[in-house]
């Protein structure tokens, strides 16, 4: 191998262009292929020197990039660069090019989505989020479909919430909502949702989140371009993580037709956590040892403990129960709701009164005596409007009736 010094000094001398590049491209492989680390360091130096045309720097360092995809990319373990030389290479060439980093947008885009890979590869979350965070989107001098755009945004979110930076996940995610039109591919449009989806219960918007899982684990169209599919056992994990969600949302008529709908859904019954699904829709009280069972079924982010030294989880069932005992009782001390809540009175009146305030709970609280007051609806009214349209639906099935025997008077003599 010649030395570095004399290469150079040869390739500088060659007057034409085409043959300038082909000879440093050369060079080039010649250091790649040999894993010579300090030499490919120092030929990058001088490729990025601006005494170089930038015609046959920009040539050479995409061939450098595409030497780097191709290291990636392989599976075998061949690979001419391994995982440290390519870290080594790829961020040394992306410090010394930062001051001309306008000149290389595109070869440095190459580079970072190649040390991305390699960060992944290492889950090594938020490293692979910064690296792609780092591409130059809406620099203006490349033009870029918003479709690469909308991928690369979604993929940093999900970079992020692999490592729960929820805020940053959350960023980039609406970067990617503002791109969204009549053009973005249906496959980009379903990672979005996914990723929505998980930022939602990430920030422990339980309702919303499995509002969201919910419509994912229904979808029709499965079969995108590409030979992108969608598996059944994917649409049971949207399934199970909306039913999840929603036994975490905060008790109320919104959860309570969500839980409806997800138990009718005779999917469910497969679930996991059918049984507390089941419980809550049925209002009935939830025991430890069940409530025990589903948390250790639960993310690391839905056991997050608050500021009142309760996980989401206990304030959900707390709530649930509450309503269970609601349809048990017309009135209660405190101090007995908080034996059946395993908590003391005074958290089940703080409790109490927060969902008597959000609306989430009818009913009254007597300080005096200590007392919570449930109030029910009028049953007999409700009684009284079905009664009506039971009576509507036998009017309208008479009429139907008469207007048959009276087209086709033959039916009529043959039902005699």
């Known amino acids: 191998m010649a030395n570095l010094a004399t290469q150079v000094q040869e390739l500088a001398n060659i007057g034409d262009q085409k043959t300038k590049i082909e000879r440093y491209k050369a060079a080039l492989h010649e250091y790649v292929n040999g894993r010579c680390i300090p030499q490919l360091i120092a030929f990058i130096d001088h490729l990025l020197a601006e005494d170089v045309p930038l015609v046959v720097s920009r040539q050479v360092l995409q061939e450098l990039a595409g030497l780097m995809q191709s ?30 980093a306008v000149s290389f947008e595109e070869q440095i885009s190459s580079i970072r989505e190649s040390l991305s890979t390699v960060y992944e590869r290492a889950e090594n979350w938020s490293e692979a989020a910064k690296m792609l965070a780092g591409i130059p989107l809406d620099s203006g001098i490349r033009v870029l479909d918003d479709n690469y755009k909308v991928e690369k945004y979604i993929q940093i979110a999900m970079y992020y919430l692999q490592d729960e930076e929820n ?19 249906d496959e980009l449009k379903l990672k979005h949702k996914v990723c929505y989806a998980r930022i939602l219960d990430a920030k422990r918007k339980f309702l919303e989140a499995a509002t969201s899982f919910y419509q994912l684990s229904q979808m ?8 992108k599919e969608v598996s059944e056992e994917e649409l049971t994990v949207a399934l199970k993580l909306a039913t ?50 589903f948390a250790a079924t639960l993310a690391t982010h839905q056991k997050a403990i608050g500021e009142d030294g309760t996980t989401v ?11 269970a005992v609601s349809k048990l009782y017309k009135n209660i001390s405190f101090e007995q709701l908080g034996a ?6 005074a958290q089940a009146e703080r409790v109490a009164a927060a969902m008597l ?30 009664d009506v349209q039971i009576e509507h639906i036998c009017h309208s099935v008479e009429s139907v009736t008469n207007a048959i025997a009276h087209k086709h008077p033959e039916f009529a003599l043959a039902l005699q």
């Open 71 to 100: 290291a990636v990319a392989s599976d075998s373990g061949a690979a001419t660069l391994q995982v440290d030389e390519l870290k080594e290479v790829g961020l040394y060439t992306l410090e010394r090019s930062q001051q001309r």
């Open 167 to 185: 805020v940053s996940a959350e960023t980039f995610i609406n970067r990617a909502s503002l791109l969204l039109g009549e053009e973005t591919t």
């Open 220 to 227: 029709q169209t499965r079969h995108f371009e590409g030979g």
């Open 244 to 293: 999840t969600a929603a036994i975490l949302a905060p008790a109320g008529p919104q959860r309570s037709r969500l839980l409806k709908t997800l138990y009718k859904d005779e999917r469910s019954a497969r679930m996991p956590n059918y049984k507390v699904l089941e419980k809550m829709f049925m209002d009935r009280l939830l025991r430890a040892e069940e409530v025990e069972d």
């Open 313 to 323: 989880l206990d304030r959900a069932v707390m709530e649930h129960n509450m309503l």
């Open 340 to 345: 059946l809540l395993g908590i003391d009175a």
């Open 357 to 386: 305030v959000e609306e989430r709970l009818e009913g009254s609280i007597d300080q005096v005596d200590q007392m919570l007051h449930f109030q029910r609806k009028n049953v007999s009214a409700a009684l009284y409007a079905f």
